[in-house]
């Protein structure tokens, strides 16, 4: 077993994440992209690329945000900043995550995608930073709240976070949410299913270039177990 994470300034492992964050700057500033690709991780991996690219495009960067949460807690509410880092990105959050972002992003060129049911505290910033949000039920069939708020707002440069909780957990099992035999977990989980979020996607792409695209907390149990499971056998170590 590893050692336990500190918790620091009500964060834990904020001094080993900011490291993080920091190194992926680096790479992005290195190389200088047009676009960005990132798959794995939780939801913190969206930070830097998102940043990144928010100031490559002027401040004026679309962000549609596929996730059942938020994304906006602070650490007087959750210790975890993968739970803050849309708010980091919006230049509130935890406020060392948030002092990396050089371009904040414009409350206006957010939407939520799939967003369910959350907290009071949630709740209100939501709707103090005025964010736009459609639920899974709208977007089932349709993706023109999308593509309305794009037109609305002539979002020309898009990036969209991808988290996979997004999705129905008895559909797609690799999910936090579908741990074999795990406990119950107290957040709503997803209702939305892969082949919505595609054509959502693809008709997003039809109007705006897509220029980022985050794709996070994927957890393939099975792969995990079955890995457990074989290195616990003999004959793998003879």
Avoid at 3 to 25: D, F, K
Avoid at 102 to 113: F, H, I, R, S, T
Avoid at 132 to 144: D, K
Wanted: proline fraction near 6%; hydrophobic fraction near 45%.
């Amino acid at each position: 077993m590893g050692e336990a994470l500190p918790l620091e300034n009500g964060v834990i492992a904020r001094t080993a994440l900011l490291r993080q964050i920091l190194a992926a700057q680096k790479i992005l500033e290195a190389h200088s992209p047009e676009r960005v690709i990132v798959f794995g991780g939780d939801c913190l991996v969206s930070q830097a690329p998102f940043a990144y690219l928010n100031e490559k495009y002027g401040g004026k960067l679309g962000v549609l945000w596929l996730d059942a949460h938020p994304d906006v807690s602070t650490p007087e509410m959750h210790g975890h900043v993968h739970a803050m880092v849309l708010g980091n990105l919006l230049g509130e959050g935890d406020s060392a995550f948030a002092a990396q972002v050089k371009v904040k992003l414009n409350p206006k060129l957010v939407m939520y995608g799939g967003l369910q049911k959350m907290s009071q505290e949630e709740d209100a910033i939501v709707n103090r930073l005025a964010l736009r949000r459609v639920g899974p039920t709208a977007l089932a069939e349709s993706s023109a709240p999308v593509l309305e708020w794009v037109k609305e707002n002539q979002i020309s440069h898009l990036a969209i976070h991808l988290d996979l909780d997004v999705l129905n957990p008895s559909l797609f099992r690799s999910l936090l949410f579908a741990e074999p035999g795990g406990e119950p977990i107290d957040s709503p989980s997803g209702e939305m299913t892969l082949d919505q979020i595609a054509r959502l996607i693809q008709d997003v792409s039809k109007l705006t270039d897509v220029v980022g695209l985050a794709i996070a907390e994927h957890l393939p149990w099975d792969a995990i177990n079955l890995g457990s499971f074989m290195s616990a056998l003999p004959i793998f170590h003879q």
